[in-house]
């Protein structure tokens, strides 16, 4: 076995490039002849555009092309991915998502026209020149007032502002219902998910590379998924075969989910360039980032959890506004309803769970899902209710988790939302963390905490989530619009090292580093001599792209999958080259041999055989060693964990400081531990980010007040603590051939509810009885209102 | 940003000349200015810089305190004010960050004036000397609401000079995002008794709590406040922190000064 295959710590090879300043973003790329585009964006949240007067800014110098909403209105709509019916039967109400907006602008950043000029700063000019006369209607922001007011419109035909009222699963409805009714103990609490911006490091960036020789499109983007966005743009949008467009994401610097989409900015460049024959290159400042990246989370929630007295659950509902923005962007409709009602059972055993969910159009930017996507504002109210729930019947809040935990021998379980989990261990989990966190030790702890005039306290999460989404056709029954599988090519090259094209896009996980790891282990070779080639899409088979953790399960299967292929061929190569019968041929480590003799060949020489057939099969077999597999799994994958947090809070000024955070997860297998700790401390860092810290805020009017690093917290190294970070609890995924079940968005899942029940434990301890919840941000300010209350 | 011409003065009165002309604008440390035309949301026409003026920058000791040169760094002044004036020293090292405070200047903080910047407290609470090309100007006559100061048209600030109190420190509480001061208060025991001045809390900029003076020219220790309220009345309220919550934090924070003045 290759020292660097599977279970290796190996250190991200990418990183030396990026590392080094030597990595291609799409900033990067400048291309002959090239242009510069600027988007006008609107300044109000809600208007009526009257006329957009481009003469003045056309006459500028370096001017190309200006073109407004007007010029795409033919176009198609940028489509949701899933349809989600009311629980009426209705259809959702989908908009259709322009190009640029046309008609009226519906939040503030909302881009109405594309200005393209020989400079950046003659796009500025001429953007600042473009006379937009647009009469503002009343901004429609608070998603309580958007549903009550059915006058406010924030599109014309969609009265309510409401895309849909989803009921999961309604055939339950009564039921939950009469057992709420007849419950000895109900535990209520109305809570609010905050609307987080995902700030990845790379703000989005796109050319338009249009060839008027061969009428061929080719878009470089920042995208998580090339050929979901070149499907869009040519199938949905533009109306162009997709064959005449090539998507490329190069070095993609962190996406989080919000790179994910469709933007219209992709296919105004594109548009741009046929217009111009030109390439047209736009790069988002951080500004445009803040007003235009789909937003996450922002749900506004209502959970009760009905128990016997004894703290064990009988019943859970939740009634959930969760506001979608302005227009449905790709994954927003999926996000708060099949990321986000299935996984409402958690980890217990909860017999009978009800979700509402009412999606709300307002005036302000998209929503879509953001790391974690649907499963952290699960996650966050299941275990807020259920800490609130402890403390009203005077039960230990490990204690009541633990009894309601689904047992190691009930797997298969079937949730009474709709899921089927697999495997797991949540007793291991938390015994795990329990030890780790030395929670025996924190009286002790809190002693000192109090002599230093600080209240300490503790909060815990044991959350589970689901990774990989799928399979194809059960998705498709629920309302996807697309497939869930993905793809790999294993080109194994005539001088034995291998070229691996994957369908999953890699922009900050690490698969330049893990995939080869699995290759490796696989072939017997080294894992320098495999390298992962991925995001164009005249390159890669077409797969869907990471995000929901859903890589490593999904495409690394498929990887596995292509790999066997490989090794099934070459011992048809082996067989003839050794001249044995084929169900003879042994491959291990590196080599093929004839069971029971010494005769084998390696792997170098089969490859070699492959592309210089002489001494070859001909009659039987194709020349040549590259195999493709897709890979469309059965079920989810369930990764569960337990977390605990240790806070500080000054009673004087109501600032937290996190003292410790320690992670008991179950990713199942893990192949390269190193780049598995790493995706749980960004995690947990995000995840602290939205207890604590981050939270985008609109005024009544729908201005944004957090539109920049001066006011939006993002985490700093020095807001967060030392990790403790365990995964030796894994209880293998059992329908994936590497036992694999995803782990980059746990730490964010998690950690939220641990943070804030740590947070509500201190304030009780310290004497503030009363307070038996606190929103996110617990900001220092809303900590102090909270004990002052 | 737009285009606009650049000139560096080896002298005050060529830098007075330079700003004379229509548009120009006088550029320090760039730390507010920078980002403001980045933004394009100033366009001044001329920019003047006064980082290649040898007579405004630098420290040191004269009669009965320590002069600071305009264009002095904040990380020069954390470096080298220490061993005059310990609390004024741990301001300046505590503004922003490295980078920040390698280019950001005492004299570019003091002429924008911004509530929740950290200089203008030590200013105050010293009762230090605002020098400039035409005149000196009393720290109490200085300060003139947010963003406003009793500096006039193309006046420029040469020096501040700082009488060294008995004892002071200045303790922020950080705006969370920013990291500007959401207030700070900077506490300072002259022989003629104690000044509190407060920074990031109010709507009408740097002020001095004088409840708070004269209770700790009384008696300087943190209980002497105890008794007192701050009104919440004319405190900034946003975001990061209502004015009831600014108004406790004067409190807080005065208090925490007077323990930590040495």
């Not at chain 1, 900033?27 to 208007?47: E, K, P």
């Not at chain 1, 490990?398 to 697999?422: C, E, H, K, M, S």
């Amino acid at each position: 076995m290759p020292k660097d295959g599977i279970g290796a710590s190996t250190v991200r090879r990418e990183d030396v490039r990026f590392l080094t300043g030597k990595g291609r973003y799409t900033a990067d790329i400048n291309l002959r002849h090239q242009t510069y585009a600027v988007f006008c964006r609107s300044d109000i949240a809600h208007g009526r555009i009257n006329s957009i007067d481009t003469a003045a800014a056309m006459a500028m110098p370096g001017v190309l092309a200006i073109m407004t909403g007007a010029d795409f209105a033919a176009m198609g709509g940028n489509p949701a991915g899933w349809h989600i019916p009311s629980r009426d039967g209705s259809a959702m109400r989908e908009p259709k998502r322009p190009v640029l907006a046309h008609g009226k602008v519906r939040h503030v950043g909302d881009a109405y026209a594309i200005v393209v000029a020989e400079t950046l700063e003659q796009a500025r000019d001429a953007a600042a020149a473009v006379n937009a006369d647009i009469t503002e209607l009343e901004a429609i922001v608070d998603m309580a007032a958007a549903v009550a007011n059915p006058g406010h419109r924030v599109h014309d035909e969609i009265d309510g502002n409401l895309a849909f009222d989803w009921g999961w699963i309604e055939d339950n409805r009564a039921a939950v219902d009469a057992a709420f009714a007849a419950a000895p103990h109900v535990t209520t609490l109305e809570l609010t998910n905050n609307r987080l911006a995902p700030n990845a490091m790379e703000t989005r960036a796109s050319i338009g590379d249009y060839d008027p020789g061969t009428g061929d499109y080719k878009l470089y983007t920042t995208s998580q998924n090339p050929h979901l966005s070149r499907l869009l743009i040519a199938a949905f949008v533009m109306g162009i075969p997709e064959n005449k467009l090539t998507v490329v994401a190069p070095d993609v610097g962190g996406g989080f989910g919000s790179k994910i989409y469709h933007y219209g900015e992709e296919a105004a460049v594109l548009a741009a360039s046929k217009a111009l024959e030109r390439p047209v290159k736009w790069v988002a400042d951080r500004s445009e980032a803040f007003l235009s990246d789909a937003h996450g989370r922002d749900h506004v929630t209502k959970i009760q959890l009905a128990l016997d007295k004894q703290g064990n659950f009988l019943a859970l509902r939740t009634e959930t506004l969760a506001n979608v923005g302005a227009y449905l962007s790709n994954f927003s409709t999926a996000t708060p309803t099949f990321l986000h009602g299935t996984l409402m059972a958690g980890p217990y055993r909860t017999p009978l769970v009800y979700v509402n969910v009412k999606a709300v159009f307002t005036n302000t930017a998209p929503v879509d899902a953001y790391r974690g996507a649907g499963r952290p504002e699960a996650t966050y109210s299941i275990e807020r209710v259920i800490d609130k729930a402890a403390h009203e019947l005077g039960l230990d809040p490990l204690a009541i988790r633990r009894q309601n935990f689904i047992q190691p021998d009930q797997y298969p379980y079937t949730t009474p939302v709709g899921l089927v989990y697999d495997t797991g261990n949540y007793n291991a989990t938390l015994d795990k963390m329990i030890e780790l966190a030395d929670i025996a030790g924190f009286e002790k702890r809190a002693a000192a905490s109090k002599a230093k005039g600080k209240l300490r306290g503790i909060g815990y999460s044991t959350w589970i989530e689901a990774c990989g989404i799928a399979p194809s056709n059960l998705v498709g029954v629920l309302g996807a619009r697309v497939g869930l599988y993905d793809a790999a090519t294993v080109r194994v090259n005539a001088t034995g090292n291998i070229s691996v094209m994957t369908g999953a896009h890699s922009h900050g996980q690490g698969h330049e580093t893990v995939f080869p790891q699995i290759v490796a282990d696989m072939l017997g070779v080294p894992a320098s001599s495999v390298d992962i080639v991925h995001g164009d899409t005249s390159k890669i088979p077409f797969g869907m792209g990471s995000y929901g953790s859903r890589s490593l399960a999904v495409c690394g299967t498929a990887i596995t999958k292509a790999v066997d292929k490989i090794i099934a061929k070459g011992k048809k190569i082996a067989a003839h080259m050794l001249e044995a019968a084929e169900g003879d041929i042994e491959f291990k480590d590196g080599k093929f041999s004839v069971a029971g003799t010494d005769k084998a060949k390696a792997f170098g020489e089969i490859a070699f055989s492959a592309y210089v057939p002489h001494n070859y099969p001909l009659e039987t077999l194709e020349p040549g060693l590259e195999e493709t597999a897709f890979y469309d799994p059965a079920n989810f994958t369930y990764p569960a964990g337990a977390y605990a947090c240790e806070v500080e809070v000054d009673p004087d000024t109501g600032k937290v400081t996190v003292e410790s955070f320690t992670c008991a997860d179950d990713f199942g297998n893990v192949i390269n531990p190193l780049i598995v700790q790493g995706q749980v401390h960004g995690g947990v860092a995000q995840g602290i980010g939205q207890a604590l810290l981050e939270n985008v805020a609109y005024d009544a009017q729908g201005q944004l007040l957090s539109g920049s690093y001066m006011d939006y917290t993002m985490p700093r190294a020095d807001d967060l603590p030392f990790y403790t970070v365990d995964h030796s609890c894994n209880t293998p995924c059992t329908h994936n051939p590497l036992g694999v079940k995803g782990c980059g968005e746990a730490g964010a899942i998690g950690s939220p509810p641990a943070v804030i029940n740590a947070v509500v434990n201190a304030l009780q301890r310290g004497g503030h009885k009363a307070v038996t919840h606190i929103e996110m941000p617990a900001t220092p300010a809303r900590v102090w209102a909270a004990m002052n209350a | 940003m737009h285009n606009f011409d650049f000139v560096k003065p080896a002298t005050v009165a060529d830098a007075a000349r330079a700003l004379s002309a229509d548009g120009a604008q006088a550029l320090s440390g760039g730390q507010t200015l920078l980002p403001t035309m980045k933004a394009r949301l100033a366009q001044p026409s001329v920019i003047v810089s006064l980082t290649g003026i040898s007579e405004i920058k630098g420290v040191c000791a004269v009669d009965g305190g320590v002069s600071v040169g305009a264009a002095t760094p904040h990380a020069v002044v954390a470096a080298e004010v220490g061993k005059y004036y310990p609390a004024l020293a741990k301001l300046a090292g505590g503004i922003g960050d490295p980078a920040v405070r390698s280019r950001g200047t005492l004299g570019g903080s003091l002429a924008n004036n911004d509530p929740a910047a950290c200089y203008p407290s030590a200013v105050l609470a010293s009762a230090a000397v605002v020098h400039t090309n035409k005149r000196k100007i009393a720290a109490d006559d200085y300060f003139q609401g947010m963003f406003s100061t009793a500096l006039e048209e193309g006046e420029i600030i040469t020096s501040v000079t700082f009488a060294i109190p008995e004892k002071a420190a200045y303790v922020k509480f950080d705006q969370p995002a920013s990291r500007f001061a959401l207030t700070g208060v900077f506490v300072a025991k002259h022989k003629g008794g104690v000044r509190v001045a407060v920074t990031g809390a109010s709507n009408n900029g740097v002020f001095r709590w004088t409840e708070a003076e004269a209770a700790l020219s009384a008696s300087f220790a943190a209980s002497a406040v105890e008794s007192l309220t701050v009104s919440a009345e004319d405190m900034i309220s946003d975001l990061h922190g209502s004015a009831a919550y600014r108004a406790n934090l004067v409190k807080v924070l005065t208090k925490r000064a007077v323990t930590a003045a040495h």
